[in-house]
């Protein structure tokens, strides 16, 4: 396998994980005004599947987000189940709660606007 490398692109809300230069995963996020960090989406392409590339990225992204003074909020399932397996994120972990949930809904929903193709006039 390629030397793996891990960054946090803040302009796309995600850390990234690429190999050999290409792209090959990522941790999706949002942040909140309260110091929140909700992670919703993690994924690694197929052909880089089961090498513990989707770990090395969820052990980067937590352990930035705690160095970051943010609160880790585990709405991904991938995340939430790294999360089960390493208590020492435990302090900085914090439940879904509906009013998160609806800041996130609002966010992507926001994402998706801005990203919509513009009308011609």
């Known amino acids: 396998m390629n030397e793996l490398n ?13 190999a050999g230069g290409h792209y090959v995963g990522q941790a999706a996020y949002v942040d909140d005004d309260r110091d929140h960090r909700i992670f919703f989406h993690t994924a690694v392409i197929d052909e880089y599947a089961g090498q513990g590339i989707a770990g090395t990225l969820a052990e980067y992204a937590l ?40 800041f996130l809904e609002g966010a992507l929903q926001s994402r998706k606007r801005s990203a919509a193709p513009k009308g011609h006039d």
């Open 6 to 18: 891990v960054f946090q692109n803040i302009p796309r809300s995600r850390f990234e994980v690429r």
């Open 63 to 102: 352990s930035r987000t705690v160095a970051e003074a943010r609160i880790i909020v585990p709405v991904c399932p991938y995340i939430k189940s790294y999360l089960a397996g390493h208590p020492e994120y435990v302090p900085d972990v914090l439940e879904p709660t509906e009013p998160l949930l609806k």
